[in-house]
């Protein structure tokens, strides 16, 4: 790896060092699997070296990100061959989703190409457009804080305008007098929010966070596009009871005080 990948493409923070050795240890992240503890031993020494042996940057996964992206427009000089890349990024037999070494992912202008990775304390994503040079790499050293890596992708794509990396939204029209019934403050176990309205907007603000806009996708079905998230009101003989807010697959009801 160090002689066919890593070298030739300056990946010079990059090894499979197992354990790594000490120059690489002092620089090395701290594993925190949850509740923000370190991991004793600061990491685990996986034996799975190609699944879970790589030590590397967010810096240096770029750079081989970059180099198959090169490799597709037909730059001269790559590590792969353009009719390598092309095959690397088809869709197999078995899944549309799977190509060779990477995951796939969109459509047209937003065709992308990428990879995450997760152990004990450590995650990280890696996603690519096949055209136009976007992309980006996020990781983190806690398995807790694996959401953020999701918000940080959305908010570098609203940023730099990704072309299809939000799925198209619809949006209905609901009046004023409808969005008023859903104004109130709702509260479950480990989450609070209070649901206010100007004029044909609909807000939700969670107890510790700044206000979110809803988008209405449906008479009692909202957006929150900030959030990637969706907002369902519950309605018990015609009266607004709950919220569901839907976010990564978790969803978490708030009833109405």
Known sequence: MRELVLDPLG??????????????????????????????????VYPEMAA???????????????EVQRALRG?????????????????????????????????????????GGWDEGFVARMTFYKEGGRGAVVMVNSNEGAPLID??????????????????????????????????????????????????????????????ALRPTAENAFRAIDLDAEVVFARVDGVVKSLTLKQAGRDTTAERK
């Open 52 to 66: 879970a042996g790589l030590w590397t940057t967010a810096s240096d996964l770029a750079r081989a990100g970059i």
């Open 75 to 115: 730059d001269g000089g790559t590590l792969i061959s353009p009719a390598t890349a092309r095959v690397m990024l088809t869709p197999s037999a078995a899944s549309e989703d799977i190509g060779i070494g990477f995951f796939l992912e969109g459509k047209d202008a937003g065709s992308r190409f990428g990879h």
């Open 151 to 212: 918000e940080i992708l959305r908010a570098v794509a609203r940023e730099y305008t990704w072309p299809g990396f939000f799925p198209e939204e619809k949006s209905i029209q609901v009046t004023a007098d409808a969005l008023e019934a859903y104004v109130g403050s709702y509260a479950a176990r480990s989450f609070a929010c209070t649901v206010t309205r100007e004029g044909e907007r609909l807000f939700l603000k969670p107890e510790t966070q700044p206000a979110l």
């Open 11 to 44: 990946m010079a923070d990059s090894t499979y060092e197992q354990p790594l050795p000490p120059a690489r240890a002092a620089a090395a992240a701290t594993a925190h699997p949850w509740k923000g503890r370190p991991l004793p031993g600061r990491w685990h």
